[in-house]
């Protein structure tokens, strides 16, 4: 299918168009499938150090994450679970599996940016997790940085934790979703083009098994049955 079809002598070109359109679906299927799946895997380093972030009142003082991010977590893992079940680029591949994936990819996109939108604007700035892991940090280890070194140095974790987990959260949507797709379009395009009456499932016969069954062969021009006696 990495070729283009030339055009049929006494064709309208219909056909060749078809097999161009399914041609380049083809091709980029793939893509896109192997793109969401890449981004959704590597979201797994960036989701790991959001979830130890969250986690920092717990390691200071018993608290627990903010319910959020436990779906956060739940979400991503059933994504994970769900595109393992769909088993892409099989003949077994299920559709609405691999759809019930990039929901659960967009939803995290979306909680990823209400959580940072609460956690940024709503909480006071003496709770924010870089300021009291500093702080705990400089009074029970102590060192020769000043709290507002450790403060700055987990700020800046903190920004490329949420960055890339956005950014690998948004590749992955946005690959699943041209993937998902182009797949429709295909699955659409193979079946409107059984339902023509020169399709394969027409339903006047005129498609081109029915044309070859219509074509005559002279006589003695068939395959020859062996005589007995001959070699």
Not at 58 to 77: I, K, N
Not at 109 to 128: S, W
Request: with cysteine.
């Amino acid at each position: 299918m990495g070729t283009r079809y030339k055009r049929p002598d006494g064709t309208d070109g219909t056909d060749h168009q078809f097999r161009e359109q399914i041609d380049d679906s083809y091709k980029s299927m793939p893509i896109w499938r192997t793109a969401g799946w890449l981004a959704l895997h590597a979201a797994f380093i960036p989701m790991c150090g959001k979830m130890a972030i969250a986690f920092v009142p717990h390691y200071l003082d018993g608290g627990m994450p903010h319910p959020q991010t436990m779906v956060m977590a739940a979400m991503y893992l059933l994504a994970v679970i769900f595109w393992k079940l769909a088993k892409p680029a099989t003949y077994k591949e299920s559709l609405l599996l691999t759809k019930l994936t990039n929901t659960c990819v967009m939803i995290l996109c979306v909680l990823h940016v209400v959580e940072l939108y609460r956690y940024h604007t709503m909480l006071p700035k003496h709770t924010l997790y870089p300021r009291r892991l500093a702080q705990y940090l400089r009074e029970e280890v102590g060192g020769t940085w000043a709290a507002g070194h450790w403060q700055n140095t987990f700020t800046v974790f903190e920004a490329l934790v949420e960055c890339f987990t956005m950014v690998f959260l948004g590749a992955a949507a946005f690959s699943f979703h041209n993937y998902i797709l182009r797949k429709m379009q295909l699955e659409k395009k193979i079946a409107a083009d059984k339902k023509k009456p020169g399709g394969k499932d027409g339903g006047d016969g005129e498609g081109e098994d029915a044309g070859a069954s219509k074509v005559k062969t002279p006589s003695g021009a068939g395959p020859r049955s062996r005589r007995p006696g001959r070699a």
